[in-house]
Nanobody, 124 residues
Framework: QVQLVESGGGLVQDGGSVRLSCAAS????????MAWFRQAPGKEREFVAA????????NYANSVKGRFTISRDNAKNTMYLQMNSLKPEDTAVYSC?????????????????WGQGTQVTVSS
């Protein structure tokens, strides 16, 4: 079992930056693959970024590529999402997710553990 808790969301202006954190507990953090997803009002949850258990591989949604950076610190059992050049369309609830295994995935249903989410609002 893995417990995930996000933090770092809030209100930011168009073009601003925010860093989200996801603290994990419950089992060996370094043996799980992690990801960020987001859900805007009235829309389905969508993939944002994922990172392998070692941190050596990552992938991003096209909409955030070049602006967001996913990383993890296995010593601290924490994953991060640095979000730069934010746009109003990035407004959503951001959730971290975890899955057993060493490969990343963009598919929601392949993640077994989820945090409660943190709101990010980008004002224009």
């Amino acid at each position: 079992q893995v417990q995930l808790v996000e933090s770092g969301g809030g209100l930011v202006q168009d073009g601003g930056s925010v860093r989200l954190s996801c603290a994990a507990s419950g089992r060996t953090f370094s043996r799980i693959t992690m990801a960020w997803f987001r859900q805007a009002p009235g829309k389905e949850r969508e993939f944002v970024a994922a990172i392998s258990w070692s941190g050596g591989n990552s992938n991003y949604a096209n909409s955030v590529k070049g602006r967001f950076t996913i990383s993890r610190d296995n010593a601290k059992n924490t994953m991060y999402l640095q979000m730069n050049s934010l746009k109003p369309e990035d407004t959503a609830v951001y959730s971290c997710a975890a899955r057993n295994g060493i490969t990343t995935s963009i598919m929601t249903h392949q993640y077994e553990y989820w945090g409660q989410g943190t709101q990010v609002t980008v004002s224009s």
